[in-house]
């Protein structure tokens, strides 16, 4: 049937038998279609206008289009923005004082680099080598300079000194010497011990043209509960951008003022932070270390995080036992492992060696743990209690992270390998690492399985050099055993590397 104007009318076989039907669904597509039509070309403008800052500039807009929170790009074949920040644009601040100098001042020396690096040791009063003729830089040190005076701000904490006023003002002392081409100002104590190249790689991950507070909270929860959470701790070091330097040094002063109460030097620039609403971005690679006893089980279960810093070396035992001195026992690490390949200074690795039962967790450029039987990487990769709380009537409760007892059945006891020798084999391209079995005195183990102190004399590791360990997402090395002891065989050959694909620690 044919419908014309609404009216029956004849069959006609030629014609179109539903008119307002087709109509109808014509008039529904139109406004569909004109609106993917205009959503499309709005869609390839703003594509197009999103483009236009990585176009072809000078090289001075080209640093200045974006801002983003971090460094890095997509583009594998794009630069990161950063990538030229080094130790020319960080100037330290390390608070001292003349009473401890003789001593603390070789820890400085480990790990400056004169001629590389800019920064200043801040005294309370001239030491000798205001009076010799040689500069320090021929010395290992940075420049010397006595901090000005603070007596005209308030200090009342009843059982604290108000030195703290002087050290919390290092920063903004330092900016005001107005140096060129800073972008970090990086505060430490004359017993911290920084890992220089470390802490470039995670200072330029961040845009320097931004205020950031960059460091790490101390390892007991009680000194962040009676201090503060929110507070980086100077002695692990911690990093401020220029912006924020330069806005701490404009307000400090009367800041100070505003708290006369405060314990210390660290709780006063933590305020002024408070103030100035910037918040601590924390990094785990700052340690402040405020324990005592042993680092040990700390150290061979180091987050994954590159390390930046250690502190308090003086009320622990040297990282490497039987060394004369605790800086000569840091001398043996930044001469070997941090000279070949800083990245991956003790990072831990953990493996298994199937056939004599044995569990392997290698921090590299430090030492190798194993131990008897089976143990879980959930386990491993928590720092046994080889150290005691800074506050020493406190238990294991009082750490601010999760830790294990130590073990009590001398056959579970960890044999621990200590680095003897660190080198670099050109012809495998390969780093090089020797460990030997630190001999103590160890109560007699009557499980009839594989004894270490009798079969396993060294461990040598394998681990091909890696810069770029920190460019890529977190994530522990794998190591793999590829020789086992046994026979006439008194050493045990590992690889450490990134993991192959499928690969993890598998008990």
Request: glycine share 6%; aromatic share 12%; proline share 6%.
């Amino acid at each position: 049937m044919k419908y014309n104007n609404g009216l029956l009318g004849h069959k006609d076989p030629s014609a179109d038998p539903y008119p307002l039907r087709r109509r109808l669904m014509l008039f529904l597509l139109l406004p569909m279609l004109s609106f993917y039509f205009l959503y499309t070309i709005n869609l390839v403008l703003s594509s197009a206008k999103y483009r236009e800052p990585c176009a072809t500039t000078t090289s001075a807009a080209a640093t200045t289009t974006t801002t983003n929170h971090l460094s890095f790009t997509n583009d594998s074949n794009t630069k990161t923005k950063f990538t030229e920040t080094g130790l020319q644009h960080i100037v330290f601040g390390i608070a001292a004082s003349a009473r401890l100098w003789d001593k603390r001042k070789e820890y400085i020396k480990v790990w400056w680099k004169p001629n590389r690096m800019r920064g200043f040791v801040w005294l309370d009063k001239p030491v000798s080598e205001f009076n010799s003729t040689v500069p320090t830089h021929q010395l290992g040190l940075p420049m010397l300079r006595v901090s000005s005076d603070t007596s005209r701000f308030r200090y009342t904490h009843r059982q604290g000194h108000r030195s703290a006023i002087r050290l919390s003002r290092i920063v903004a002392e330092t900016h005001r010497l107005s140096l060129p081409n800073v972008r970090w100002y990086v505060m430490g104590d004359e017993d911290t011990v920084f890992v220089p190249d470390n802490l470039v790689r995670t200072l330029a991950k961040f845009d320097h043209r931004q205020m950031y507070y960059i460091g790490s909270n101390s390892e007991s929860h009680l000194q962040n509960i009676y201090f503060s959470y929110n507070m980086a701790y100077g002695g692990g070091g911690f990093a401020i951008s220029r912006p924020l330097a330069q806005a701490l040094a404009s307000m400090q002063d009367g800041c100070l003022n505003r708290y006369p109460a405060l314990y210390g030097s660290d709780d006063r620039i933590q305020a002024c932070m408070a103030e100035l609403g910037v918040p601590l971005t924390r990094h785990p690679g700052f340690h402040q270390y405020d324990v005592y006893g042993d680092l040990l089980g700390l150290l061979l279960a180091h987050p994954v995080a590159p390390l930046i810093s250690l502190h308090h070396l003086d009320v622990v035992q040297p990282i490497f036992p039987n060394s004369s001195t605790r800086a000569v026992a840091l001398k043996k690490l930044f001469a070997g492992p941090i000279m070949l390949d800083s990245a991956g200074v003790m990072q831990q690795s953990i493996c298994y060696d199937k056939v004599n039962r044995l569990t392997v967790s290698v921090s590299w450029g430090f030492a190798v743990q194993v131990v008897r039987g089976i143990m879980s990487p959930r386990e491993m990769e928590m720092p046994a209690r080889t150290f005691l709380n800074w506050y020493r009537r406190a238990d294991y409760t009082a750490y601010a992270f999760n830790t294990r007892p130590v073990a009590r059945n001398p056959c579970q006891k960890p044999y621990v390998y200590y680095l003897s020798e660190a080198r670099y084999d050109a012809a495998k391209r390969t780093t090089v690492t020797r460990y030997d079995l630190n001999n103590t005195d160890r109560p007699a183990c009557r499980w009839k399985m594989f004894d270490p102190a009798e079969m396993l004399d060294h461990i040598v590791v394998y681990k091909k050099l890696d810069s770029g360990l920190w460019d890529r997402s977190p994530r522990r090395n794998c190591c793999r055993v590829l020789a086992t002891p046994g026979g006439d065989e008194s050493s045990m050959t590992i690889d450490v590397g990134v993991c192959r694909e499928g690969e993890f620690s598998q008990i």
